[in-house]
């Protein structure tokens, strides 16, 4: 059975500083692309980040230079590190283990809110 927990989210103030994990178990992880996606509310769904399960990474204009994706293979865990928090980061934050279209996961969630 595939799991993608993701962990980390909550409340904070702009400037502040978040660190999004997610621990994937039941797939091969490290031959897996991941990616973090966020959805605000009334919004569409965007593409937040992506790694490669070579390591390549990949960012939306809105979050580069702010945001870091990264990967730790022994623990099968993505990382979203995410500095300069504005409120429109304002979204529920997911993650995605990608292989082939056919073979997509989400994890449930976690909600990121920006505002003092």
């Not at 999004?20 to 797939?27: E, F, T, V």
């Not at 965007?46 to 994706?69: C, H, M, P, Q, W």
């Not at 590190?81 to 994890?107: I, Q």
Request: proline letters at 3%; charged letters at 15%; hydrophobic letters at 35%.
């Amino acid at each position: 059975q595939v799991q993608l927990v993701e962990s980390g989210g909550g409340l904070v103030q702009p400037g502040g500083s978040l660190r999004l994990s997610c621990a994937a178990s039941g797939i091969s992880f490290s031959i897996y692309d991941m990616a973090w996606y966020r959805q605000a509310p009334g919004k569409q769904r965007e593409l937040v980040a992506v790694i490669t399960s070579g390591g390549a990474t990949n960012y939306a204009d809105s979050v580069k230079g702010r945001f870091t994706i990264s990967r730790l293979y022994a623990k099968n865990t993505v990382y979203l590190r995410m500095n300069s928090l504005k409120p429109e980061d304002t979204a529920v934050y997911s993650c995605n283990a990608k292989l082939t279209t056919a073979r997509s996961y989400w994890g449930q969630g976690t909600q990121v809110t920006v505002s003092s």
